[in-house]
């Protein structure tokens, strides 16, 4: 089976990730043991959105079970779009998004594949996505084209190269389908650049990488 008609069907790999990474304590454990990374950059991370100017619009792909909704200010202000492939990831989502009391539009699409229109968003997060995604580049790209100029990608991703016990693991995690191909911070550099995103940054943190970039 194709590896996005894995996500999209699978009800158990997703819930159980989502469970993990919405108890922060439990993600920092993994993130260390597996990832060899301290994912409290992670829920730093997700408070930057809190930072937009109100009627910003910012699309969240893939929201998963809508874990980066803990930074969304409730009177931001913000036309905030949650998207997903898979239809388990989404009702988590809603029901997370419900118990926050924030308005969050969810749409149901491919990362490569995406239906809204070029330039209809200030901000894109990507958070923990690309590795799963059977084209990275292309979605990177996808996410690029619907960034208004001057509107910022920000994302984080596994990696290869962090070393040899990761990289093992990142094959284990293909091999079962849950992982598409990862690649490596020179990857990701190269999926920006190309996707034409400049001032591109990225860094690593063990096994997860960290990127920006601003749409031209
Ligand atoms: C590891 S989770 C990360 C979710 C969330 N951003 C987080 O940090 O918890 C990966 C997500 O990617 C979604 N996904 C996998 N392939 C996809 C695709 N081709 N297009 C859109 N979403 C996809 C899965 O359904 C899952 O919710």
Avoid at 16 to 40: K, M, P, Q, S
Avoid at 42 to 58: C, I, K, N, Q
Avoid at 194 to 215: H, I, N, P, Q
Wanted: aromatic share 8%; with cysteine; proline share 4%.
């Amino acid at each position: 089976m194709e590896i996005e008609q894995r996500w999209k069907t699978r009800r158990l790999v997703p819930a159980a990730y989502d469970f993990v990474v919405e108890h922060e304590r439990l993600a920092r454990l993994g993130g260390r043991l597996l990832w060899g990374t301290d994912t409290r950059a992670l829920y730093d991370a997700f408070t930057e959105t809190g930072r937009l100017p109100a009627g910003s619009a910012v699309l969240d792909l893939p929201c998963g079970g809508g874990v980066a909704f803990r930074g969304v200010p409730r009177a931001a202000g913000l036309r905030y779009v949650a998207a997903d492939l898979s239809a388990v990831m989404l009702g988590r989502a809603r029901a997370e998004a419900a118990r926050r009391g924030l308005p969050i539009a969810f749409v149901r699409a491919s990362a490569d594949r995406l239906p809204f229109p070029a330039g209809s968003f200030d901000r894109c997060v990507t958070y923990n996505g690309l590795h799963c995604f059977p084209d990275p580049a292309s979605a990177v790209a996808e996410m690029a084209r619907v960034l208004r100029a001057g509107g910022t990608l920000l994302g984080s991703t596994v990696v290869s190269g962090a070393g040899a016990r990761q990289d093992a693991l990142l094959a284990f995690f293909r091999r079962t389908g849950s992982f598409g191909r990862a690649g490596s911070v020179a990857d990701v550099r190269a999926w920006l650049e190309s996707a034409g995103l400049e001032r591109a940054e990225v860094t690593r943190s063990g096994a997860l990488a960290w990127f920006s970039g601003v749409k031209r």
